[in-house]
Protein backbone atom coordinates (compact mmCIF):
# COMPACT_ATOMS: atom_id res chain seq x y z
CA UNK A 1 0.00 0.00 0.00
CA UNK A 2 0.70 3.64 -0.58
CA UNK A 3 2.66 4.98 2.83
CA UNK A 4 5.58 6.99 3.90
CA UNK A 5 7.44 5.44 6.92
CA UNK A 6 9.79 8.13 9.26
CA UNK A 7 12.55 7.43 10.70
CA UNK A 8 12.44 7.20 14.90
CA UNK A 9 12.83 9.71 17.63
CA UNK A 10 15.56 11.60 18.56
CA UNK A 11 16.79 13.54 21.46
CA UNK A 12 19.37 16.45 20.81
CA UNK A 13 21.66 18.44 23.02
CA UNK A 14 21.44 22.61 21.76
CA UNK A 15 23.21 23.69 18.83
CA UNK A 16 23.22 20.09 17.40
CA UNK A 17 21.67 19.08 13.70
CA UNK A 18 19.23 16.60 13.05
CA UNK A 19 18.39 14.55 10.02
CA UNK A 20 14.79 12.62 9.74
CA UNK A 21 14.16 10.71 6.72
CA UNK A 22 10.57 9.61 4.89
CA UNK A 23 11.18 6.55 2.61
CA UNK A 24 8.26 6.15 0.48
CA UNK A 25 6.69 3.03 -1.02
CA UNK A 26 3.63 1.77 -3.30
CA UNK A 27 4.15 4.76 -5.57
CA UNK A 28 6.30 6.18 -7.80
CA UNK A 29 8.14 8.30 -5.41
CA UNK A 30 9.77 10.68 -8.37
CA UNK A 31 6.43 11.39 -9.06
CA UNK A 32 5.16 13.29 -6.45
CA UNK A 33 6.28 16.62 -4.15
CA UNK A 34 6.99 15.88 -0.38
CA UNK A 35 6.33 18.09 2.26
CA UNK A 36 7.89 18.70 5.70
CA UNK A 37 5.40 19.90 8.55
CA UNK A 38 6.23 20.21 12.36
CA UNK A 39 3.97 20.63 15.43
CA UNK A 40 5.15 21.39 18.40
CA UNK A 41 3.91 20.33 22.00
CA UNK A 42 0.08 21.84 21.82
CA UNK A 43 0.34 23.88 19.17
CA UNK A 44 -0.82 23.62 15.08
CA UNK A 45 0.39 22.05 12.14
CA UNK A 46 3.33 24.22 10.83
CA UNK A 47 4.01 24.31 6.97
CA UNK A 48 8.13 24.09 6.93
CA UNK A 49 9.03 23.17 2.99
CA UNK A 50 9.10 20.94 0.37
CA UNK A 51 11.38 19.08 -2.16
CA UNK A 52 10.46 18.09 -6.07
CA UNK A 53 11.32 14.20 -5.60
CA UNK A 54 11.90 13.88 -9.38
CA UNK A 55 14.22 17.34 -10.03
CA UNK A 56 15.65 17.63 -6.61
CA UNK A 57 14.11 21.23 -6.29
CA UNK A 58 13.12 22.60 -3.18
CA UNK A 59 11.04 25.90 -1.44
CA UNK A 60 10.81 26.62 1.87
CA UNK A 61 8.83 28.65 4.33
CA UNK A 62 10.23 31.76 4.67
CA UNK A 63 10.75 31.09 8.55
CA UNK A 64 12.78 27.66 7.87
CA UNK A 65 14.97 29.16 5.55
CA UNK A 66 18.49 28.72 6.30
CA UNK A 67 17.69 26.60 9.16
CA UNK A 68 16.19 23.56 7.40
CA UNK A 69 17.82 21.59 4.79
CA UNK A 70 15.48 18.93 2.46
CA UNK A 71 16.93 16.59 0.38
CA UNK A 72 15.66 13.27 -1.40
CA UNK A 73 17.68 10.08 -2.40
CA UNK A 74 15.19 8.77 -5.08
CA UNK A 75 17.25 5.27 -5.36
CA UNK A 76 16.47 4.59 -2.32
CA UNK A 77 12.91 6.23 -2.52
CA UNK A 78 13.52 8.94 0.42
CA UNK A 79 13.40 12.08 1.45
CA UNK A 80 15.38 13.94 4.16
CA UNK A 81 14.86 16.71 6.52
CA UNK A 82 17.74 18.04 8.70
CA UNK A 83 17.33 20.62 11.73
CA UNK A 84 20.57 22.32 12.21
CA UNK A 85 21.50 24.58 15.51
CA UNK A 86 18.72 23.25 17.47
CA UNK A 87 17.07 24.86 19.86
CA UNK A 88 14.40 24.32 22.82
CA UNK A 89 11.84 25.43 20.39
CA UNK A 90 12.87 23.27 18.07
CA UNK A 91 11.73 20.17 20.39
CA UNK A 92 7.99 19.23 17.99
CA UNK A 93 6.82 16.35 16.03
CA UNK A 94 8.06 16.27 12.35
CA UNK A 95 5.87 14.86 9.81
CA UNK A 96 6.37 14.26 6.12
CA UNK A 97 3.84 14.33 3.40
CA UNK A 98 2.77 13.32 0.24
CA UNK A 99 1.74 16.12 -1.82
CA UNK A 100 -1.27 14.99 -3.96
CA UNK A 101 -1.39 18.01 -7.16
CA UNK A 102 -5.23 17.04 -8.23
CA UNK A 103 -6.34 18.07 -4.56
CA UNK A 104 -3.35 20.39 -3.87
CA UNK A 105 -3.57 18.83 -0.49
CA UNK A 106 -1.18 16.26 1.56
CA UNK A 107 -3.17 13.16 1.28
CA UNK A 108 -0.24 10.40 2.67
CA UNK A 109 1.43 11.47 5.80
CA UNK A 110 4.81 9.51 7.82
CA UNK A 111 3.69 8.64 10.93
CA UNK A 112 5.77 11.36 12.51
CA UNK A 113 9.16 11.48 14.19
CA UNK A 114 9.64 13.49 17.37
CA UNK A 115 12.43 15.43 18.07
CA UNK A 116 13.64 16.59 21.16
CA UNK A 117 16.03 19.05 22.36
CA UNK A 118 17.27 19.36 25.89
CA UNK A 119 20.39 20.18 27.56
CA UNK B 1 1.46 35.41 4.48
CA UNK B 2 -2.14 34.39 4.64
CA UNK B 3 -3.21 33.86 7.43
CA UNK B 4 -6.28 31.36 8.73
CA UNK B 5 -8.38 31.64 11.89
CA UNK B 6 -10.56 28.79 12.43
CA UNK B 7 -13.93 29.21 15.30
CA UNK B 8 -14.49 27.70 18.05
CA UNK B 9 -11.45 26.29 19.42
CA UNK B 10 -12.91 23.87 20.92
CA UNK B 11 -16.68 22.42 21.06
CA UNK B 12 -18.35 19.58 22.97
CA UNK B 13 -21.37 17.68 21.06
CA UNK B 14 -23.28 14.25 21.51
CA UNK B 15 -23.24 11.64 19.25
CA UNK B 16 -25.89 12.20 16.58
CA UNK B 17 -25.60 15.97 16.84
CA UNK B 18 -24.95 18.25 13.87
CA UNK B 19 -21.58 20.34 13.90
CA UNK B 20 -19.93 23.02 12.53
CA UNK B 21 -16.11 24.28 11.94
CA UNK B 22 -15.56 27.48 10.34
CA UNK B 23 -12.07 28.44 9.08
CA UNK B 24 -11.96 31.56 7.53
CA UNK B 25 -8.28 33.16 5.26
CA UNK B 26 -7.07 36.84 5.84
CA UNK B 27 -7.36 37.41 2.07
CA UNK B 28 -9.22 35.16 -0.85
CA UNK B 29 -7.81 31.62 -1.43
CA UNK B 30 -10.65 30.23 -4.10
CA UNK B 31 -11.17 27.16 -3.05
CA UNK B 32 -7.83 26.06 -2.07
CA UNK B 33 -8.89 24.74 1.31
CA UNK B 34 -8.34 21.96 3.13
CA UNK B 35 -9.63 20.04 5.88
CA UNK B 36 -7.95 17.42 8.12
CA UNK B 37 -8.63 15.24 11.32
CA UNK B 38 -6.08 14.69 14.03
CA UNK B 39 -6.42 12.08 16.82
CA UNK B 40 -4.03 12.70 19.64
CA UNK B 41 -0.24 10.67 18.59
CA UNK B 42 -1.68 10.39 15.12
CA UNK B 43 -0.82 11.99 11.51
CA UNK B 44 -3.39 14.11 10.49
CA UNK B 45 -5.78 12.74 7.78
CA UNK B 46 -7.38 14.49 4.58
CA UNK B 47 -11.10 15.05 4.82
CA UNK B 48 -11.93 17.39 2.47
CA UNK B 49 -9.99 18.78 -0.60
CA UNK B 50 -10.95 22.16 -2.46
CA UNK B 51 -13.06 23.23 -0.09
CA UNK B 52 -15.88 20.76 -1.06
CA UNK B 53 -14.42 17.50 -2.81
CA UNK B 54 -14.70 14.50 0.36
CA UNK B 55 -11.46 12.47 0.11
CA UNK B 56 -12.04 9.10 -0.94
CA UNK B 57 -13.00 6.67 1.94
CA UNK B 58 -14.30 9.18 4.21
CA UNK B 59 -17.94 8.99 5.33
CA UNK B 60 -20.44 11.13 3.85
CA UNK B 61 -21.37 12.99 7.05
CA UNK B 62 -18.31 15.14 6.50
CA UNK B 63 -18.83 18.04 4.06
CA UNK B 64 -17.81 21.30 2.74
CA UNK B 65 -18.09 24.38 1.71
CA UNK B 66 -17.28 28.06 0.87
CA UNK B 67 -15.16 29.89 -1.11
CA UNK B 68 -12.81 32.92 -1.25
CA UNK B 69 -12.68 33.60 2.72
CA UNK B 70 -14.64 31.52 4.42
CA UNK B 71 -15.21 28.35 4.89
CA UNK B 72 -17.20 25.59 6.74
CA UNK B 73 -16.85 21.86 7.93
CA UNK B 74 -19.97 19.90 8.66
CA UNK B 75 -20.28 16.72 10.56
CA UNK B 76 -23.95 15.98 9.79
CA UNK B 77 -24.34 13.38 12.69
CA UNK B 78 -21.16 12.86 15.25
CA UNK B 79 -20.04 9.82 15.64
CA UNK B 80 -17.95 8.25 19.06
CA UNK B 81 -14.34 7.80 16.32
CA UNK B 82 -14.94 11.55 15.12
CA UNK B 83 -13.54 12.87 18.88
CA UNK B 84 -10.25 14.70 17.59
CA UNK B 85 -9.13 18.40 16.18
CA UNK B 86 -9.63 19.43 13.23
CA UNK B 87 -7.37 21.83 10.86
CA UNK B 88 -7.81 24.14 8.18
CA UNK B 89 -5.36 24.47 5.98
CA UNK B 90 -4.70 26.80 2.97
CA UNK B 91 -3.30 25.23 -0.16
CA UNK B 92 -0.48 23.75 1.25
CA UNK B 93 0.64 25.78 3.35
CA UNK B 94 -0.81 27.86 6.37
CA UNK B 95 -2.91 26.09 8.67
CA UNK B 96 -5.58 27.15 11.06
CA UNK B 97 -4.94 26.67 14.69
CA UNK B 98 -7.29 24.05 15.27
CA UNK B 99 -10.99 22.89 16.49
CA UNK B 100 -10.56 20.42 19.06
CA UNK B 101 -14.33 18.18 19.25
CA UNK B 102 -15.38 16.34 22.74
CA UNK B 103 -17.85 13.92 22.47
CA UNK B 104 -20.11 14.91 26.00
Known amino acids: QVQLVQSGAEVKKPGASVKVSCKASGYTFSSYAVHWVRQAPGQRLEWMGW????????KYSQKFQGKVTITRDTSANTAYMEVSSLRSEDTAVYYC????????????WGQGTMVSVSS | DIQMTQSPSSLSASVGDRVTITCRASQSISNYLNWYQQKPGKAPKLLIY???SLQSGVPSRFSGSGSGTDFTLTISSLQPEDFATYYCQQSYRTFGPGTKVDIK
Open chain 1, 97 to 108: ARFWPLGTAFDI
Open chain 1, 51 to 58: INAGNGNT
Open chain 2, 50 to 52: AAS
